[in-house]
C-alpha cells in the first residue's frame, strides 16, 4: 500500500490542516508522497518531509492557483495513477471534501469524511468518522481496492518525525475542459488568525450589548493568539461581519480551545463547535445551555470576568 496527500496552501504557506494530513498518511505505515499546487516554493513544500513525506510532487502550472475543483480532481487522478497510490489522504475541508468526492468518482473509490482516527486493519479497512455535526460516531468499512480519506482538523497531530526532502516538479496533462468553470473573485476573511487554522478562538454573543464592546474580546484574542467568532444573531445584526459566524449554518470550527462569551448555546451554534477539545464558557445565566456542553464554565458578568481575564494571561506571559 503506498499513500498520496492532497496539500493545500494559502498565502504561500502549507495550511496546519495539510501537516496533520502527511503525519497521519505517514502512521498508515506505507511510503508516502505529498503533492503541492499552484505557486508554493520548494522551500516551503520540502517542510513536508519533516511530518512523513518521503517524497513530494509540484504541480506549478499557474492555472491551479484557482482552486478549480475539477481540476485539482485531474490532477490527483493523475498523480495516484502515476505513483501507485492506492489510498488518497486529505483534510477536511471546504476544498478537499468535494476534491475528494470527485476523486472517488473517477476512480470508484471507498470514500470516507470526517475521519477522526486511524484505520482498524484488522479485519477489513474500517475507519470512524464524526457524523451528526460531531453528537456520534460510525464505524465505516472501505471495501474498494482505492480508498479515500477526508481528515478532521486535529484528529491527527502534526508532528515532526523527519527532515526537509527535495521537491519534484510534475507536469500532469490538464485539460481545459477541467477549467470550463471560471472563479470570478474571491472574498477572503481578513485576521491576524483566520477561524478554520485557529487553535483557539474567542467568540462573543448577544450578551456583548452591542459591537462597541468587541474591543474586549479582540483584547483577550490579542492575549491568547486566537481568532474572534461570534454567534449567528451577532452577524446577523451587523455586530460582526458574517465570516466571523460561527455554527451549523456559519464556520464549523475545532479548535483546541473554543471560548464563547455571552454566548446562550443555541443547538445550532453547538453543532458548530462541539469538535472543539475543550470549551469554556463565560455568561451571566447559570442556566444558560452553552454550560451542559462546557468544559470548564464562569457565572459571571463578562464585563468583569474577561478583561481580568485578559490581564491575568497577559501577567503570566511575563
Excluded at 493568539?225 to 460561527?246: F, L, Y
Aim: glycine letters at 10%.
Amino acid at each position: 500500500m503506498s499513500t498520496l496527500v492532497f496539500v493545500e496552501s494559502g498565502e504561500g504557506k502549507v495550511r496546519k490542516t495539510s501537516l496533520e494530513a502527511v503525519s497521519y498518511a505517514a502512521a498508515l505505515g506505507a511510503p508516502v508522497t505529498a503533492i503541492g499546487m499552484g505557486t508554493i516554493s520548494k522551500e516551503e513544500l520540502g517542510k513536508l518531509g519533516k511530518y512523513g513525506a518521503s517524497k513530494v510532487l509540484h504541480a506549478g502550472d499557474g492555472r491551479l492557483n484557482q482552486e478549480v475543483i475539477q481540476a485539482y480532481a485531474g490532477v490527483l487522478v493523475q498523480a495516484m495513477n502515476d505513483e501507485g497510490a492506492d489510498v488518497l489522504v486529505l483534510a477536511n475541508s471546504s476544498l478537499g471534501t468535494p476534491v475528494a468526492a470527485r476523486v472517488a468518482a473517477r476512480i470508484d473509490a471507498s470514500l470516507a469524511t470526517n475521519v477522526v482516527s486511524l484505520p482498524d486493519t484488522s479485519s477489513g479497512f474500517v475507519v470512524k468518522r464524526s457524523i451528526y455535526s460531531g453528537k456520534a460516531f460510525a464505524l465505516v468499512e472501505l471495501t474498494h481496492a482505492k480508498k479515500i480519506l477526508a481528515i478532521r482538523k486535529n484528529a491527527a497531530e502534526a508532528r515532526e518525525t523527519g527532515a526537509p526532502v527535495e521537491v519534484i516538479p510534475y507536469d500532469p496533462s490538464i485539460s481545459d475542459d477541467d477549467f470550463k468553470t471560471k472563479i470570478t473573485g474571491t472574498e477572503k476573511a481578513t485576521g491576524e488568525v483566520l477561524l478554520p487554522e485557529a487553535e483557539i478562538i474567542v467568540s462573543g454573543g448577544r450578551g456583548m450589548k452591542g459591537p462597541e464592546h468587541w474591543t474586549m474580546l479582540e483584547d483577550l484574542a490579542a492575549a491568547l493568539g486566537a481568532a474572534t467568532g461570534c454567534s449567528k444573531p451577532v452577524s446577523d445584526m451587523g455586530w460582526r461581519p458574517h465570516h466571523e459566524h460561527v455554527g451549523q449554518t456559519g464556520v464549523k470550527v475545532s479548535p483546541q480551545l473554543y471560548i464563547a462569551v455571552g454566548i446562550s448555546g443555541a443547538i445550532q451554534h453547538l453543532a458548530g463547535v462541539n469538535t472543539s477539545k475543550y470549551i469554556v464558557v463565560i455568561n451571566k445565566d447559570p442556566e444558560a445551555p452553552f454550560f451542559k456542553a462546557a468544559d470548564y464554565g464562569i457565572a459571571g458578568d463578562a464585563f468583569e470576568v474577561v478583561p481580568r481575564l485578559t490581564e491575568a494571561i497577559k501577567a503570566a506571559k511575563e
